[in-house]
């Protein structure tokens, strides 16, 4: 089930934007910086390794999944959401590499404003069909949102029908409804 679909369309506008602001806005004979094209070009290894890591479950959209686990291998281990970290390094890198500070600090701030909208959508309790009840709590069971590009194990792992375990402690869990912020 996708959830959060609203707000796809504006990373499509943003990451179109940035594109075309760096076209637009940097002269054709403007030599870039060799090292930040190379920072450049070592994100897009990072984002091989991201994909690679979740294998047939990386996607752009946020989709939910039932009892799958979250992944926890590759780049998983050391940080959450690490495309989220590839995308926003890479916004800023590439227009510096051609000198351009104001597309890369406009498009850095509008990028961090959604990829913090998303990743609240995505990290938020979501009700599962309204079978059970949360821990503690009336209303629907509730299980924190497994966004599909977290979701590498899943693949060789059938998804449980019965209730997740007891949240760990610190963990938020509440009923929530079904619609996007």
Do not use: K
């Not at 309790?125 to 009840?133: H, L």
């Not at 060789?156 to 869990?173: D, K, L, Y």
């Amino acid at each position: 089930m996708e959830v959060g679909g609203r707000h796809y369309p504006l990373f499509i506008l943003l990451h179109g934007g940035w594109l075309a602001a760096i076209a637009v806005f940097t002269p054709w004979n403007t030599a870039p910086n060799l090292w930040l094209l190379s920072l450049y070009l070592l994100l897009q290894v990072a984002r091989v390794w991201v994909i690679a890591t979740l294998g047939r479950f990386w996607t752009t959209r946020i989709i939910s999944l039932p009892g799958a686990p979250l992944v926890r291998t590759g780049p998983y281990r050391f940080v959450r959401h690490p495309n989220y970290w590839v995308a926003s390094l890479e916004i800023a890198v590439l227009p510096l590499a051609f000198g351009q500070v104001g597309v890369a600090v406009g498009f850095s701030v509008l990028n961090a404003l959604l990829i913090a909208w998303r990743v609240r959508i995505e990290e938020r309790p979501w009700p599962i069909g309204g079978r059970g009840r949360a821990p503690g709590r009336g209303g629907h069971w509730s299980a924190p949102h497994v966004p599909l590009e977290s979701l590498l194990s899943f693949a060789t792992q059938p998804v449980s029908t019965q209730a997740p375990p007891e949240p760990v402690r610190g963990t938020f869990w509440r009923p929530v409804s079904a619609r996007d912020p």
